[in-house]
């Protein structure tokens, strides 16, 4: 949870930087997409390492890293040193983020990992809610290199946690680095993998676009909200908890590929109502997005660990690498869409990146069978 919670700190604070550094909103989302392209290069890598070396010692190491890398992020007097920190932070994440369906693979019987994945995007969902409310609520008291410096203190904490809780699985022979990066061409040429990954990449694109210039379209006429304020509309992500539960439950019923087309077709319908000029048609379209796209999301990382018949760490590092790819384009060019035309250019650009997204569903269907089969278990 803590991971993604210290992904988003400067989310809801990015008019505040624009403020103290005097930047405008595209370079202040680089605080955003800093750390979320770093996660896409690096989750890549802690695949097959954590094949190799095995999933809780990479897990708790790199979450003790990022307790001090967070801690840094208090200092820089510089934009450029605070988004070089970021991508530092960035660098660390996917020790636990990339892992952690890998680890849930390794823990869980077949027929129990889709219920595991969905507790484990819902605990994605909780830590981004409480990363952005969190950080909001302690930027409008006490500044914003205060919020960093609680959010270390609770990655530490974490840190201990895992290095106590977690279960140390035996890797499986023959799964050394090597092996596991072998694994990633054969990865690479299942069209049934390239679906999620493209699905997963133009999916998290739309949805950091709406939620990165978010605060903007709150600040700015008609609504004026404050940094406060601003924070607590993240509280729609709360929808997100139940809807990633309740994803996991509903594959076993309705197959994966309609499963995640549905999610995508919400998904949209809850951004163009962002479109709706009084605020509680645009909170109401926030939440139809987090049902949405949690209904997707819940669903497709399941899918890439049962398709992959081996290497699934890297499997899950390059679905995340692909979606963290995503992130870091849609915390970027929508800010353009948003300097050019406001908050309907904003819109435009991330319906069409869920559009893609719902195209690229199609290639889930040539998945395997038996996969299949087990993802809806």
């Not at 605080?31 to 190799?52: C, E, H, M, N, Q």
């Not at 499997?315 to 060019?333: E, I």
Request: hydrophobic fraction near 55%; charge should be positive; proline fraction near 5%.
């Amino acid at each position: 949870m803590v991971c993604y919670a210290d992904m988003y700190l400067t989310q809801a604070i990015l008019p505040e930087l624009s403020r103290e550094f005097g930047v405008g909103p595209a370079r202040a989302g680089l605080t955003v997409s800093a750390v979320v392209l770093a996660v896409a290069l690096a989750s890549i890598l802690y695949g097959p390492l954590s094949d190799a070396l095995g999933r809780k010692a990479v897990m708790a190491a790199s979450l003790a890293l990022l307790a001090g890398a967070t801690a840094l992020c208090a200092l820089p007097r510089s934009f450029g040193a605070l988004v070089a920190l970021r991508g530092l932070q960035g660098l660390l994440v996917p020790g636990m983020t990339a892992v952690s369906v890998a680890y849930a693979g390794d823990r869980f019987a077949r027929r129990d990992l889709a219920a595991a994945v969905g507790g484990i995007i819902g605990a994605s969902v909780v830590g981004g809610l409480v990363g952005r409310v969190g950080s909001g609520l302690v930027a409008a008291r006490y500044g914003w290199r205060a919020a960093f410096l609680l959010f270390a203190l609770l990655t530490a904490a974490a840190a201990a946690i895992a290095a106590r809780g977690l279960v140390a699985i035996p890797r499986t022979r023959g799964e050394g680095i090597r092996g596991a990066t072998r694994g990633l061409a054969g990865h690479l040429r299942d069209p049934a993998l390239l679906g999620a990954y493209l699905a997963g990449f133009s999916l998290f694109f739309g949805w950091i676009g709406i939620f990165t210039y978010l605060p903007y379209l709150l600040t700015g006429a008609p609504h004026r909200l404050s940094t406060a304020l601003v924070s607590s509309t993240y509280l729609v992500y709360a929808a997100g908890v139940p809807m990633s539960a309740a994803s996991g439950r509903l594959s076993g019923r309705v197959p994966p590929r309609r499963l995640v087309g549905i999610g995508l077709v919400v998904a949209a319908a809850g951004m163009a109502l962002t479109l709706a000029r009084p605020l509680p048609l645009v909170v109401l379209g926030l939440v139809v997005l987090v049902l949405g796209q949690f209904t997707a999301q819940a669903v497709l990382p399941a899918i890439v660990n049962t398709t992959a018949r081996e290497a699934k760490g890297s499997a899950s590092g390059l679905y995340l690498s692909a979606y963290y790819l995503g992130g870091t384009l849609g915390s970027v060019l929508p800010g353009y869409a948003w300097e050019w035309r406001g908050w309907g250019a904003v819109t435009a650009v991330c319906i069409a990146a869920v559009a893609v997204a719902f195209a690229a569903n199609a290639l889930l269907g040539g998945a395997p069978e038996g996969p299949r089969r087990a993802a809806a278990a």
